[in-house]
């Protein structure tokens, strides 16, 4: 967990995550010449579709998918330090368009599905929060997953202009964590008292959560992508698993709770 106003701790993570990404993309493929496999980005709230779509791909296949599952900014940077890689899937298209920037984009297919903000709160909801207006209120404990590097992070920020309360709401953020998954498990651990969350996590957890709409006026849904990088060694690879993820990929992610039709 990220304490506020520890910008700089923040950054010297997401650097630490990248240097143990580069170790790990070292060992793997050392460790990948014995058979086909590509390698994904895969962002760390995707997890459970993503892992069920490699496994069946290479029962269908043969090709196996490794993962390197983390947020989506400090993906970005694991790329850019070792310049390999076959597949990039974020968390939403704000970090496909640093990717791309940097030139790493090549085909794209999507959205498989889409990144759905909702309010978390404990069961009960104590703090009464009805509305995104009511995280302003004073004393109010929100949980955030980190703004640099999660598509949902960069969500919450927008939505928080889209009702110019961001200075105010931000004012309560009692903490940052590193990935969506996070948010909840935090709130579940009583320390806080209202989260920003991806709907398939809220709605994994409702036994133990509340989930509060956002309103659609204000709301910021992004499309989760998945791209092939031009670093590819093996593109022609990495192109048919795209076009597996192209016509399996919904279903999959729908079966895991994310929102596919909006």
Sequence with gaps: MMAVGKGE????RVLLFGLLGALFLAATFQGATAQTSLLAYVGA???????ELAQAYEKQ??????????????????????????????GGMPFVALAK??????????????????????????????KVQDLARPGVRLILPDTESTALGK?????F?????SAAIEKNVKAYVETGPKVPMTIML?????????FSDAAKHSASLEMVDIDPAVNVVDEIPCALLTCSAQPAAAREFLRF??????????KHGFKTQL
């Design 161 to 165: 202009a889209n009702i110019n309360l």
């Design 245 to 254: 993820m192209k016509a399996n990929g919904a279903a999959v992610f729908a």
């Design 190 to 198: 009583g320390q806080g008292d209202a989260g920003i969350a991806e």
């Design 9 to 12: 701790k923040r950054q010297g």
């Design 101 to 130: 920037k940097a030139g790493f984009i090549g085909e794209m297919v999507g959205p498989l599905a889409y990144h759905y903000p909702v309010i978390i709160v404990p069961k009960g909801n104590p703090a009464h929060i009805s």
């Design 155 to 159: 969500s919450a920020l927008k939505i």
């Design 45 to 51: 709230g995707l997890k459970s579709p993503a892992t």
């Design 61 to 90: 296949s043969g090709v196996r998918v490794e993962m390197i599952l983390n947020s989506s900014g400090a993906l970005l940077g694991q790329l850019e330090l070792c310049r390999k890689g076959d597949i990039y899937m974020p």
